[in-house]
């Protein structure tokens, strides 16, 4: 009997020590395991024009291996095509309708008008996080700025040649090294940034500004194309288009070199495509330089990656140019997230088709680090992450304000419809209906034509479900409190 009872306690007394020996590599293990970091480069005005996109014609090498080493979506969308209330969408998760901020003057800045509103560095600097915005993040460097531990300002524009700079001109092509212009400034700081905060967790966005106009890029990368190479698109409008869903690019003509008023030259539209792709070329370098330096300090294994863009462009289409519109080539967005390489069940060179909003960043990056999140309009993309081809969304939303008139437009991934209400009272005074079947180029509006009736009325259903008819003016002040 005592030797039974002994024999109890020595094995009571085993088991006990295993558990607390298990729980202790367990407790081990958790404390181990470092931090999930976030490194977004947030690119200006790049549509998908680029090697991993099949347009072989672009040299884009290190963007094309960041899409290898993760997920690249083909359906994402921008929620407006400007730069400053894209750019308060993406750090805040709601869409511009919910704030009620459309514009890139102070009307549209996000601190100004909604102080309450939990912004993306704000939720990872209250949780410990080392926040930092290097280049162009939000459009109005003053916006947010507190919510940022390092904060770089975005650069103006340099020339190398001093006449080009008394002008303004559209594009130039340096003999310089890449630190001349500010997209390699900006690499430089990520990279020295990096350096500092590798001991860190950090949120990290690195504000390249190229392919943003002036397209100006060292001389080598200009050498990489051959301006013969390009045609010139098509200047054709599509057939019977609201008379607002263009514009008359004032952007672009505030540039040297370019006609005030009627369309660019053959010979000039060769050029400022060439210009266009120099410049993504170049940008492209300084996305490899940091991405070296992520892995030469041994932070990949847990850093997850996104590159994206604040919206879409037009080269020459429709004998237009820049964004600001409505139409798919310039809501439609490049989206690539490659997850930490520690990362379980990490997709590689996987393509999703799943419908995506840059909406959807900010939930997606705080459920990685796991954050308890505000009240967001967009939903995280990690499934779509671990995998790639499940159902997502049924349908994206972007919006385009003319003064008294708001363009509200969904798309399914091959069709588009787009209403142009009047912004006050919701009433509607125009429709398109546009097939993007196989070309984001728009040839005609079909809506209205009795072949696409039932496939109008669907696409009619979401966009209200989306933007009711009985709501309020789409500029009533908005205060929005989702802490």
């Not at 964004?323 to 390489?341: A, F, G, Y």
């Not at 999703?352 to 796991?370: H, K, M, R, T, Y």
Request: aromatic share 10%; net charge negative.
């Amino acid at each position: 009997m005592a030797n039974y009872k002994t024999l109890t306690i020595l094995l009571a007394f085993l088991l006990s020590a295993c558990s607390a020996q298990k729980a202790e590599q367990t407790v081990s293990q958790t404390k181990n395991k470092e931090p999930l970091n976030v490194l977004i480069f947030l690119v200006d005005d790049l549509r998908s024009d680029l090697g991993t996109y099949g347009h072989n014609h672009v040299l884009s090498p290190n963007i094309d291996k960041l899409a290898n080493e993760g997920v690249k979506f083909t359906h994402a969308y921008a929620q407006q095509a400007i730069c400053g209330p894209s750019r308060v969408s993406i750090m805040t998760g709601l869409r511009p309708e919910t704030t009620g901020l459309y514009t890139i003057d102070k009307n549209g800045r996000l601190r100004p008008n909604q102080p309450n509103v939990v912004s993306m560095p704000e939720l990872f600097k209250n949780n410990g996080y080392k926040t930092v915005s290097i280049g162009k993040v939000y459009h109005s460097v003053t916006d947010d700025q507190d919510n940022w531990s390092t904060h770089i300002k975005k650069l103006d524009n340099f020339y190398a040649d001093p006449d080009n700079a008394k002008t303004k001109f559209a594009y130039e092509a340096g003999d310089v090294e890449d630190d001349f212009y500010k997209d390699g400034k900006v690499a430089t700081d990520a990279i020295k940034t990096l350096q500092q905060l590798k001991d860190d967790k950090f949120l990290m966005f690195v504000g390249l500004s190229k392919p943003h106009l002036p397209f100006n890029a060292p001389k080598k990368y200009w050498e990489l194309y051959d301006r013969e190479q390009f045609t010139v698109p098509s200047r054709k409008k599509p057939d019977d288009m609201y008379r607002l869903a263009l514009t008359k690019w004032g952007e672009l003509r505030m540039y040297g070199g370019i006609p005030k008023e009627g369309d660019t030259s053959d010979e000039l539209t060769k050029t400022l495509i060439h210009a266009y792709y120099a410049s993504v070329s170049y940008m492209d370098a300084q996305v490899g330089r940091v991405m070296q330096a992520l892995d030469e300090m041994d932070l990949r294994d847990n850093t997850l990656v996104i590159l994206m863009s604040d919206h879409g462009y037009k080269l020459g289409e429709y004998g237009a140019w820049n964004k600001h519109t409505n139409m798919e080539l310039d809501t439609k967005v490049p989206l690539i997230i490659s997850r930490e390489l520690s990362h379980e069940n990490r997709k590689a060179g996987v393509t999703s088709n799943a419908l995506v909003e840059n909406v959807d960043i900010f939930p997606s990056v705080a459920q990685a680090a796991g954050l308890e999140m505000p009240k967001v309009d967009g939903q995280s993309l990690l499934p779509l992450l671990d995998n790639p081809d499940m159902q997502f969304k049924e349908a994206a939303y972007s919006l385009f304000n003319r003064g008294k008139i708001m363009g509200v437009t969904v798309t399914n991934g091959q069709w588009r419809y787009t209403e142009w209400r009047n912004a006050a009272t919701q009433e509607i005074k125009a429709t398109e209906l546009y097939d993007h079947t196989t070309s984001d180029v728009a040839t005609a509006n079909m809506s209205g034509r009795p072949q696409y009736h039932e496939l109008e009325q669907h696409l009619k259903a979401l966009l209200h479900n989306k933007f009711p008819l009985n709501a309020p003016s789409f500029y009533e002040k908005r205060h929005v409190n989702n802490h």
